[in-house]
């Protein structure tokens, strides 16, 4: 079972269970930038969706197709920034976790 919150592996680690208890602190990181991610997808799919309405008719919402495809590059370009550094985030973090494991079986063996 993986902790879902910081509570719960602070408290596997500290009641002396194995190492194992620590990693989802680096795939609660990566799966916060994958939900930053998608939500910024959305909003760049909802902006680009923004360009092709006709907004000029509505008060308050700016008009300029333009605009709204600029913005959409924008997020799409931050959720893809978003996603790859989620991706190497728990890349690292898994071949930290592996030299960890690799390190302690070693200390173990006579």
């Not at 795939?27 to 902006?47: C, D, E, G, K, Q």
């Not at 690292?92 to 070693?106: G, I, L, P, T, V």
Request: net charge positive; with cysteine.
């Amino acid at each position: 079972m993986i902790p879902l919150t910081f509570k719960q592996a602070d408290s596997a680690a500290t009641m002396g269970l194995s190492g194992a208890f620590q990693a989802p602190r680096a795939i609660l990181m990566s799966r916060n930038l994958y939900l930053l991610s998608a939500a910024l997808l959305v909003f760049a799919l909802a902006s680009f969706g923004m360009s092709w309405t006709h907004s000029a008719t509505q008060p308050g919402l700016p008009g300029v197709a333009q605009m709204w495809r600029m913005i959409a590059l924008a997020l799409f370009v931050l959720g893809t920034l978003a996603c790859l550094s989620g991706t190497v985030t728990n890349l690292f973090e898994q071949a930290s976790r592996r030299h960890d494991e690799r390190e302690r079986r070693q200390r173990n063996q006579p």
